[in-house]
Nanobody, 120 residues
């Protein structure tokens, strides 16, 4: 039984920063790849950033739209994945969802989301 709980969303001005956190329960955290996705109003859900499991060395990747601005990290002792968001733009406004991908099946689990609003 996996549960993912996001926090850290809110309202921020363009150019500002925000840090999201996702706490996972019900799984061996380091075995799982983690990620952040977002869904803007009227748009499809899209990948923002991922960080792989201990089996593949916690490697990271990012959407082109956030490279150089966002950083994904994980603290395995706290069962937590973070998304540090800098130089925020209005187009970053979205609901941000935490994702866990679990071996061996590759099953995906999702949090309920946290809203990030970037004002002009």
């Amino acid at each position: 039984q996996v549960q993912l709980v996001e926090s850290g969303g809110g309202l921020v001005q363009a150019g500002g920063s925000l840090r999201l956190a996702c706490v996972a329960s019900g799984s061996s955290f380091s075995n799982n790849a983690m990620g952040w996705y977002r869904q803007a109003p009227g748009s499809q859900r899209e990948l923002v950033a991922t960080i792989s499991s201990r089996y593949t060395g916690y490697s990271t990747n990012y959407a082109d739209s956030v490279k150089g601005r966002f950083t994904i990290s994980r603290d395995n002792a706290k069962n937590t994945v973070y998304l540090q968001m800098n130089s925020l733009k209005p187009e970053d406004t979205a609901v941000y969802y935490c994702n866990m991908r679990s071996p061996p099946s590759g099953m995906d689990y999702w949090g309920k989301g946290t809203l990030v609003t970037v004002s002009l």
